[in-house]
């Protein structure tokens, strides 16, 4: 375990579902971030929370939808998404700016019918 | 617009044998660099870290390099073994102000033969 925990590991859901990814961390980082790996593509960044607040959109269509409770927490809810939203979603922290580097959860691998 | 490219995309060697990833970035404005390893549909391992000011970092057989002004760093692997298979990610952050992006190349994929 790296610190960083995400659940479910895998998950299957139709157009219309309504399902939410999770990821915790307890390494006292105060960033989180939300990436997308899809097949033969580099990382993409999709949001970033800094001190619970969001910091940055990068262009996400808003069938995703982030949530920061706290600088543990970070939720992804997803509705109505679509086959190409199949991927690796990956969450990561770091003590902003990061200047001691990030750490990565195990991803939850996300595949929609 | 910073962009990394890791050469090359794959790599097949024997067991035994050192070798080198490599990685270029196109900004050499960054406030460091990370080497992650990843599994098959697994998440990321972080490697080593550079920090802009460092030439290089080691850990164990691994030995990462950076030449900022060139754009440039290198992953050393020495003595491979076939648990070293994986796909290997270098990432840059850049160094605006702010929260920190990883930006990441599309790493090159080892594969070490027994």
């Known amino acids: 375990e790296t610190g960083v925990t995400q659940t479910p590991r895998h998950l299957v859901m139709g157009m219309t579902n309504k399902k939410s990814l999770k990821c915790e961390q307890h390494?006292?980082?105060?960033?989180m971030y939300w990436y997308k790996q899809s097949a033969k593509k580099p990382l993409e960044l999709m949001f970033v929370y800094n001190f619970k607040e969001q910091t940055e959109n990068n262009s996400v269509p808003s069938r995703f939808s982030p949530e920061c409770p706290n600088s543990s927490h970070l939720f992804l809810h997803l509705h109505t998404l679509q086959p190409e939203d199949s991927a690796l979603y990956l969450c990561?922290?770091?003590?902003?700016?990061?200047?001691?580097?990030?750490?990565f959860g195990s991803g939850t691998r996300l595949t929609v019918v | 617009k910073q962009e990394v490219t890791q050469i090359p995309a794959a790599l097949s060697v024997p067991e035994g044998e050192n070798l080198v990833l490599n990685c270029s970035f196109t900004d050499s404005a960054i406030y460091n660099l990370q080497w992650f390893r990843q599994d098959p549909g697994k998440g990321l391992t972080s490697l080593l870290l550079?920090?802009?000011?460092?030439r290089e970092q080691t850990s164990g057989r691994l030995n990462a390099s950076l030449d900022k002004s060139s754009g440039r760093s290198t992953l050393y692997i020495a003595a491979s073994q076939p648990g070293d298979s994986a796909t290997y990610l270098c990432a840059v952050a850049p160094s605006q102000g702010g929260s920190e992006k990883l930006v990441f190349g599309k790493g090159t994929k080892l594969t070490v033969n027994p």
């Open positions: 550079i920090q802009s000011s460092q």
């Open positions: 390494l006292g980082h105060n960033a």
């Open positions: 990561a922290s770091s003590q902003d700016p990061g200047y001691y580097g990030y750490t």
